[in-house]
T-cell receptor
Framework: TQLLEQSPQFLSIQEGENLTVYCNSS?????LQWYRQEPGEGPVLLVT?????EVKKLKRLTFQFGDARKDSSLHITAAQPGDTGLYLC????????????FGKGTHLIIQP | SQTIHQWPATLVQPVGSPLSLECTVE??????LYWYRQAAGRGLQLLFY??????ISSEVPQNLSASRPQDRQFILSSKKLLLSDSGFYLC???????????FGPGTRLTVL
């Protein structure tokens, strides 16, 4: 069974600070997705990383896929209250139709 | 553009009653469809997925079932609900071979 561990589970910081959250596994994934979920809503896809070592930027968010495709990180620069939410990482196996393996998420609160 | 709908948005049911949750996708054809349950502190759990009409794969043995009567319709059912069936149910779709999944707004089910 593939497992994804996300850390930290909870993070509360002040507006303007930087932060990094992590997604780690002992398994290799063919791709990894990051989602953001707000209370009472479905997760929204932020990015997909596919290649080991890949870095993708989405405004103030920087996503990195580990060289061995077992881990990933999300770095947020100058966090804003609108970044508050549950950040989920999800790994895809070898090209099957089965669902993604999700981590339990990082609950992020940005205080104004 | 593609959209995904779920209803009802919220549901309160007594133990032992039946269940039917519906999910429909617009703007795409032959999607892979998924049902997830999200319980507090446990992340997203894949329940069922489908690669085509009438084709259902179950990931977790339980008292729930799924059906896909039409290409873009996915139904989650139960004959007798248990207290442990309470949770947030999410439907998602993907377009193979891509692994990105796109989620509906979810149904909050409370079993009393």
């Amino acid at each position: 069974t593939q497992l994804l561990e996300q850390s930290p589970q909870f993070l509360s910081i002040q507006e303007g600070e930087n932060l990094t959250v992590y997604c780690n596994s002992s398994s290799v994934f063919s791709s990894l997705q990051w989602y953001r979920q707000e209370p009472g809503e479905g997760p929204v896809l932020l990015v997909t990383v596919v290649t080991g070592g890949e870095v993708k930027k989405l405004k103030r968010l920087t996503f990195q896929f580990g060289d061995a495709r077992k881990d990933s990180s999300l770095h947020i620069t100058a966090a804003q209250p609108g970044d508050t939410g549950l950040y989920l990482c999800a790994g895809a196996g070898g090209g099957g139709a089965d669902g993604l393996t999700f981590g339990k998420g990082t609950h992020l609160i940005i205080q104004p | 553009s593609q959209t995904i709908h779920q209803w009802p948005a919220t549901l309160v049911q007594p133990v032992g009653s039946p269940l039917s949750l519906e999910c429909t996708v617009e703007g795409t054809s032959n999607p892979n469809l998924y049902w997830y349950r999200q319980a507090a502190g446990r992340g997203l759990q894949l329940l069922f997925y489908s690669v085509g009409i009438g084709q259902i794969s179950s990931e977790v043995p339980q008292n729930l079932s799924a059906s896909r009567p039409q290409d873009r319709q996915f139904i989650l059912s139960s004959k007798k609900l248990l207290l442990s069936d309470s949770g947030f149910y999410l439907c998602a779709w993907s377009r193979p071979p891509a692994h990105e999944q796109f989620f509906g707004p979810g149904t909050r089910l409370t079993v009393l």
